[in-house]
Nanobody, 124 residues
Framework: QVQLVESGGGLVQAGGSLRVSCAAS????????MGWFRQAPGTEREFVAA????????YYGNSVKGRFTISRDNAKNTVYLQMNSLKPEDTATYYC?????????????????WGQGTQVTVSS
């Protein structure tokens, strides 16, 4: 079965950096779009970033554009999210997701598989 396992979350001070990873298994990784979403308590899940199967195309939410970078290593079946210039409002649980086809990268309903999430906390 498909498994997505996030790691790398933690506590960081505002202005700092953190990289979260998502290791995938049970799917032909290079044929899937991969996305990152986040959700803070009491809020809706928010699109963060997505990347095409080859890595040629990347997409970002407005709130993270210029600060976060999504990348993937198809040899390792892993997608990464490098987060720089972190702000307290970036505090959330970060989820990775996989989609075989993707018409709306920002729509979480378009994704087929989800990880369990990793907590990122940014202190002020």
């Amino acid at each position: 079965q498909v498994q997505l396992v996030e790691s790398g979350g933690g506590l960081v001070q505002a202005g700092g950096s953190l990289r979260v990873s998502c290791a995938a298994s049970g799917l032909t990784f290079s044929t899937y779009y991969m996305g990152w979403f986040r959700q803070a308590p009491g809020t809706e899940r928010e699109f963060v970033a997505a990347i095409s199967g080859s890595g040629s195309y990347t997409y970002y939410g407005n709130s993270v554009k210029g600060r976060f970078t999504i990348s993937r290593d198809n040899a390792k079946n892993t997608v990464y999210l490098q987060m720089n210039s972190l702000k307290p409002e970036d505090t959330a649980t970060y989820y990775c997701a996989a989609a075989r086809t993707l018409s709306k990268v920002h729509d979480d309903r378009a994704y087929d598989y989800w990880g369990q999430g990793t907590q990122v906390t940014v202190s002020s």
